[in-house]
């Protein structure tokens, strides 16, 4: 049965002190879009293994998900794709300094609020969620298996699209943190639901 592995990359090495203002948020993002994982981190041995047994490694063409596919499957060939790349989410218009924990905060809640609205299931990055989950789907259907390193908010849309696309939601392992893992099997004849629980 084909079957995947969404998992989020490792803890990033970029740090940050201080207070910032929007435009200051804006230019720590590409520093940490530009960055890799911390030195030493490593990834847990159960998900080392389970990258050993898989078909396919994918991972975004974000540094941090690089190092982070190398760390997990050492040696083997990986697919970049900046199709599975983040999906930013928007900062807010405000003319104020605040910290970095605090901005992050104010972003989550915001992110947060549209997912009980269900608005956050549009635009660009949807549609590319959409094809990344038929890319992957037609890889996958001749019983294969990839593991995808991803980021946390393209991997729930990613998550939505590929139960649409016939796959179940196996089991989520840690959630949103930094190492967590989705995993799926394919479920092709059955007919997706409405509010996939992603």
Do not use: C
């Not at 998992?7 to 960055?35: F, K, N």
């Not at 590319?128 to 037609?138: F, N, V």
């Amino acid at each position: 049965m084909p079957s995947l592995v969404l998992v989020r990359h490792g803890p990033s090495a970029h740090v940050h002190a201080g207070a910032l203002d929007r435009d200051g948020v804006e230019q720590w993002r590409a520093s940490y879009d530009a960055t890799g994982i911390r030195l030493g981190d490593r990834p847990p041995e159960a998900l080392v293994a389970l990258a050993a047994a898989t078909t396919y490694i994918v991972a975004s063409d974000l540094p941090r998900a690089i190092e982070s596919a190398e760390r997990l499957a050492p040696k083997r060939p990986i697919t970049v794709s900046p199709l599975v790349r983040e999906a930013p989410l928007p900062i807010p218009q405000w003319p104020t300094r605040l910290p970095l924990m605090a901005w992050n905060g104010i972003i989550t809640v915001r992110w947060y609020y549209h997912r009980l609205r269900r608005t956050d299931l549009d635009g660009p990055d949807w549609a590319r969620a959409e094809r990344a989950a038929s890319w992957l789907t037609g890889v996958l259907t001749d019983g294969t298996s990839a593991m995808i390193i991803t980021h946390g908010v393209f991997r729930r849309l990613l998550g939505l699209q590929l139960v649409r696309s016939g796959w179940s939601l196996a089991s989520r392992q840690g959630g949103y943190r930094h190492w967590s893992s989705w995993h799926f099997s394919f479920q092709g004849d059955r007919v997706p639901p409405s509010s996939p629980n992603v």
